[in-house]
């Protein structure tokens, strides 16, 4: 297998340590960046090397963490061959992936058609849709107005939700119950959205009361293979952001649980997807339907539940895959050996993303 040396850490905290302890399992060496409020911190001790980015100012160390000229910059000073983002920050940014592929450093990711493609929720669904995988109803394209998502919700039935287009971590989204509060919800999503992810397009569904959220971990390696590592339960959340995950789904009908699983890799299959990802689904347990909302392509806070049930360390994996390994030597466990998932649910708790 050909072999990656040398990881720059666009990342700080639990996940760049992660990303340090992987890399050394690997052979690998490991680079830190940090601005000045950051120089303390347990990731650049434990990386090989740490480099400062930012411009020394430590009212707004998250900015430096954003920079992807810097960060490129950085790692192509400190002699790395790749760079690995973790999650938040320019994990999911295809801008950042394509410029790590122009400097001729791997991108520890999916590509950047991929990241752009699955950043956009609305392109997503789309092509969801087109799969005859089942999506939530609710419009084909961005709304373009209060009044046209008004008209919408009054077909589908209210409530619906209205949602940013290019959203993630429960922000950009907003219940309405009535038309009468539709003019007043449709202005305040659009304006967080343009303030979060710099595009004020947001889409409709039609509002789910209290779903099951499933989400299937999935892995793909640069040959087209696809695999998934089973699914997680992550129902309980609060204000849209998940507390406690659940391996594998509890009560979950094993018809329901095959056709999730076969939904979420052949999503994937189809986006050209490689490396680490996590396709999420609504499920109504009235009915027993469920529907693809969007995919995650990143590791995730959540990504060690999968690893307690299955044995595969997925940073490893994700080092393995972004070298050009196959996902037969890329999803191999320490004890050389797959896990099946437990008779009983294993629960963790997990922090909010950055």
Do not use: W
Request: glycine letters at 8%.
């Amino acid at each position: 297998m050909p072999q990656l040396e040398r990881v720059l850490i666009s990342n700080r905290g639990e996940i760049a340590i992660r990303i340090v302890k992987a890399a050394s399992a690997l052979g690998m060496e490991s680079v830190g960046v940090y601005p000045a409020a950051d120089s303390l911190s347990l990731h650049t001790r434990l990386a090989s090397s740490a480099v400062q980015i930012g411009n020394g100012a430590p009212d707004d160390p998250v900015a430096a963490y954003l920079d992807a000229e810097a960060l490129v910059a950085a790692a192509q000073r400190s002699g790395c061959d790749c760079v690995h983002p973790g999650y938040g920050f320019l994990a999911e940014n295809a801008d950042f992936a394509q410029r790590c592929a122009d400097a001729g450093l791997a991108f520890v990711g999916p590509p950047p058609a991929a990241l752009s493609l699955f950043g956009d929720k609305v392109r997503s669904r789309q092509l969801a849709a087109s799969l005859d995988i089942p999506v939530v109803p609710g419009s084909d394209d961005p709304v373009p107005s209060a009044s046209d998502a008004a008209d919408l919700a009054g077909l589908l039935g209210y409530p619906v939700m209205l949602k940013a287009a290019a959203g993630g971590g429960g922000r950009g989204m907003r219940r309405v119950t009535s038309a009468d509060s539709m003019a007043e919800a449709f202005a305040r999503c659009r304006s967080e959205a343009e303030a979060a992810f710099g595009t004020g397009a947001v889409f409709l569904e039609k509002l789910i009361e209290r779903p099951r959220h499933i989400e299937v971990q999935v892995l793909a390696d640069n040959d087209g293979n696809v695999v998934h590592l089973h699914e997680r339960d992550c129902s309980v959340q609060l204000r849209n952001q998940k507390v406690i995950e659940t391996a594998p789904a509890p009560g979950l009908d094993a018809d329901l649980r095959d056709r999730i699983l076969a939904d979420a890799v052949k999503l994937v299959a189809a986006a050209g997807y490689a490396n680490a990802g996590t396709v999420e689904f609504l499920v109504v347990p009235e009915t027993g339907e469920h529907f693809f909302i969007e995919c995650n392509a990143r590791i995730q806070v959540e990504h060690t539940v999968t690893e307690q049930v299955t044995g595969i360390d997925l940073v490893e994996a994700q080092f393995r895959i972004a070298a050009g390994a196959t996902l037969a030597s890329a999803t191999r466990t320490r004890s050389a050996r797959r896990a099946a998932p437990p008779s009983r649910p294993g629960l963790s708790p997990v922090a909010p993303e950055r």
